[in-house]
Protein backbone atom coordinates (compact mmCIF):
# COMPACT_ATOMS: atom_id res chain seq x y z
CA UNK A 1 0.00 0.00 0.00
CA UNK A 2 1.03 3.03 -0.97
CA UNK A 3 1.55 5.81 2.06
CA UNK A 4 -0.06 8.93 1.57
CA UNK A 5 3.11 11.12 1.51
CA UNK A 6 6.91 10.41 1.24
CA UNK A 7 9.53 12.41 2.33
CA UNK A 8 10.36 14.05 -0.83
CA UNK A 9 6.97 15.56 -1.10
CA UNK A 10 7.08 17.43 1.98
CA UNK A 11 9.11 20.38 1.21
CA UNK A 12 6.97 21.74 -1.45
CA UNK A 13 3.47 21.01 0.24
CA UNK A 14 4.69 22.38 3.83
CA UNK A 15 6.08 25.69 1.61
CA UNK A 16 3.16 26.19 -0.23
CA UNK A 17 0.59 25.85 3.08
CA UNK A 18 2.64 28.60 4.81
CA UNK A 19 2.58 30.50 2.06
CA UNK A 20 -0.32 30.26 1.28
CA UNK A 21 -2.20 30.53 4.14
CA UNK A 22 -0.06 33.66 5.70
CA UNK A 23 -1.20 35.45 2.82
CA UNK A 24 -4.57 34.42 2.54
CA UNK A 25 -5.33 35.21 6.57
CA UNK A 26 -3.46 38.74 5.38
CA UNK A 27 -5.87 39.69 2.51
CA UNK A 28 -8.82 38.45 4.49
CA UNK A 29 -7.52 40.81 7.37
CA UNK A 30 -7.86 43.75 4.98
CA UNK A 31 -11.54 43.62 4.68
CA UNK A 32 -12.03 42.66 8.22
CA UNK A 33 -10.36 45.28 9.76
CA UNK A 34 -9.62 47.98 6.85
CA UNK A 35 -8.69 50.87 9.44
CA UNK A 36 -4.96 49.18 11.19
CA UNK A 37 -4.59 46.69 7.96
CA UNK A 38 -6.21 47.88 4.87
CA UNK A 39 -7.30 51.25 3.98
CA UNK A 40 -6.82 53.13 6.88
CA UNK A 41 -2.96 51.25 6.56
CA UNK A 42 -2.72 51.94 3.17
CA UNK A 43 -3.13 55.94 3.86
CA UNK A 44 -0.57 55.95 6.58
CA UNK A 45 2.08 55.01 4.28
CA UNK A 46 1.10 57.09 1.76
CA UNK A 47 -0.24 54.73 -0.77
CA UNK A 48 -2.86 56.50 -3.07
CA UNK A 49 -5.54 55.94 -3.54
CA UNK A 50 -6.12 53.78 -0.25
CA UNK A 51 -9.20 52.81 -0.97
CA UNK A 52 -8.42 50.88 -4.32
CA UNK A 53 -5.06 49.55 -3.02
CA UNK A 54 -5.89 47.92 0.26
CA UNK A 55 -9.05 45.90 -1.12
CA UNK A 56 -7.27 45.52 -4.52
CA UNK A 57 -3.77 44.16 -2.62
CA UNK A 58 -6.33 42.19 -0.50
CA UNK A 59 -8.42 40.32 -3.14
CA UNK A 60 -4.66 39.33 -4.78
CA UNK A 61 -3.26 38.39 -1.44
CA UNK A 62 -6.46 35.84 -1.12
CA UNK A 63 -7.12 34.43 -4.86
CA UNK A 64 -3.13 33.96 -5.03
CA UNK A 65 -2.91 32.31 -1.55
CA UNK A 66 -6.03 29.52 -2.59
CA UNK A 67 -3.98 29.07 -5.55
CA UNK A 68 -1.16 28.34 -4.02
CA UNK A 69 -2.53 26.29 -1.00
CA UNK A 70 -4.03 24.02 -3.92
CA UNK A 71 -1.62 24.06 -6.00
CA UNK A 72 -3.02 26.13 -9.38
CA UNK A 73 -0.51 27.88 -11.23
CA UNK A 74 1.79 27.82 -8.57
CA UNK A 75 4.34 29.64 -10.25
CA UNK A 76 2.35 32.13 -11.01
CA UNK A 77 -0.08 32.99 -8.37
CA UNK A 78 3.40 33.65 -6.73
CA UNK A 79 4.82 36.14 -8.82
CA UNK A 80 1.92 39.22 -7.97
CA UNK A 81 2.83 38.03 -4.14
CA UNK A 82 6.37 38.74 -4.36
CA UNK A 83 5.92 42.42 -6.44
CA UNK A 84 3.55 42.86 -3.12
CA UNK A 85 6.01 41.61 -0.67
CA UNK A 86 8.65 44.10 -2.75
CA UNK A 87 6.12 47.06 -2.19
CA UNK A 88 5.75 45.72 1.24
CA UNK A 89 9.56 46.56 1.52
CA UNK A 90 9.84 49.93 -0.11
CA UNK A 91 6.89 51.59 2.14
CA UNK A 92 7.33 50.06 5.33
CA UNK A 93 11.30 48.67 5.96
CA UNK A 94 13.30 50.59 3.82
CA UNK A 95 11.90 53.96 5.67
CA UNK A 96 12.61 51.48 8.78
CA UNK A 97 15.91 50.94 7.69
CA UNK A 98 16.94 55.02 6.95
CA UNK A 99 15.71 56.07 10.38
CA UNK A 100 16.68 53.31 12.59
CA UNK A 101 19.14 51.04 11.28
CA UNK A 102 20.06 48.24 9.96
CA UNK A 103 19.27 45.93 12.93
CA UNK A 104 16.05 47.61 13.75
CA UNK A 105 14.83 47.10 10.35
CA UNK A 106 16.17 43.35 9.76
CA UNK A 107 13.90 42.55 13.28
CA UNK A 108 10.87 44.09 12.00
CA UNK A 109 11.33 42.62 8.28
CA UNK A 110 11.87 38.91 9.26
CA UNK A 111 8.68 37.81 8.40
CA UNK A 112 8.96 39.77 5.09
CA UNK A 113 12.14 38.23 4.11
CA UNK A 114 10.90 34.80 5.38
CA UNK A 115 7.87 35.17 2.55
CA UNK A 116 9.97 36.23 -0.04
CA UNK A 117 12.32 33.55 0.14
CA UNK A 118 9.56 31.09 0.70
CA UNK A 119 7.98 32.72 -2.85
CA UNK A 120 11.24 32.85 -4.53
CA UNK A 121 11.80 29.09 -3.59
CA UNK A 122 7.82 28.68 -5.35
CA UNK A 123 8.63 30.44 -8.43
CA UNK A 124 11.92 28.24 -9.61
CA UNK A 125 10.70 24.93 -7.76
CA UNK A 126 7.20 24.66 -8.25
CA UNK A 127 4.91 23.94 -5.68
CA UNK A 128 5.92 19.83 -5.10
CA UNK A 129 4.26 16.85 -6.42
CA UNK A 130 0.88 17.04 -4.11
CA UNK A 131 -0.64 19.85 -6.17
CA UNK A 132 -3.23 20.47 -8.31
CA UNK A 133 -0.75 21.39 -11.35
CA UNK A 134 1.17 18.45 -11.24
CA UNK A 135 -2.04 16.35 -10.99
CA UNK A 136 -3.58 17.69 -14.25
CA UNK A 137 0.68 17.36 -16.32
CA UNK A 138 0.73 13.77 -15.20
CA UNK A 139 -2.80 12.82 -16.40
CA UNK A 140 -2.10 14.90 -19.72
CA UNK A 141 1.12 12.68 -20.12
CA UNK A 142 -0.53 9.41 -19.83
Same mark, same amino acid.
Not at 3 to 19: D, Q
Not at 32 to 57: C, D, M, N, V
Not at 62 to 81: E, K, N, S, Y
Given at each position: ???? *?? =? ?5 ? *? ?20 ? $? ?16 ? =??? $? ?13 ? *?? $??? =???? *? ?5 ? =? ?54
Amino acid at each position: MRKL *LH =AGEYPGL *LIRLTVGLVFLSEGVQKFIYPE $TLGSGRFEKLGIHPAGFW =APF $TGAFEIVCGILIVIG *LF $TRL =AAVP *LLVIMGV =AFVTTKWPLLLDKGLWPMLHEGRTDFSMTMLLVFLIIYGGGHRYVDFIRYAKGKN
